[in-house]
């Protein structure tokens, strides 16, 4: 059974910090590309920043400079560190596994507010 499960959203305030994390189970992770999306109610699902299995990464404009993504394939762990945050980062974020087909985790909720 495959599972993707996404940690570290929480409550931060503007400018602050987050690092997401996403551990996957049954799959070989090394060969799997690796992506975040993040999603607020009413809204399409949109892709923040991926990461192949060769290690490019690919970020959407509004936080390039920001959000780093990064995997670490003895763990099993794809990572989205999140600085300078801003209120419009507020979203539920989900983790992407893609090869052949996709795996989402459960998502995980950000929020940027004082």
């Known amino acids: 059974q495959v599972q993707l499960v996404e940690f570290g959203g929480g409550l931060v305030q503007p400018g602050g910090s987050l690092k997401l994390s996403c551990t996957a189970s049954?799959?070989?992770?090394?060969?799997?590309?690796m992506a975040w999306y993040r999603q607020v109610p009413g809204k399409q699902r949109d892709m923040v920043a991926l990461i192949t299995s060769s290690g490019s990464t690919n970020y959407e404009d509004s936080v390039k400079g920001r959000f780093t993504i990064s995997r670490d394939n003895a763990k099993d762990t794809a990572y989205l560190h999140m600085n300078s945050l801003k209120p419009d980062d507020s979203a539920v974020y989900y983790c992407k596994a893609w090869y052949l087909r996709n795996y989402w985790g459960q998502g995980t909720q950000v929020t940027v507010s004082s």
């Open positions: 049954g799959i070989n992770f090394s060969i799997y590309n």
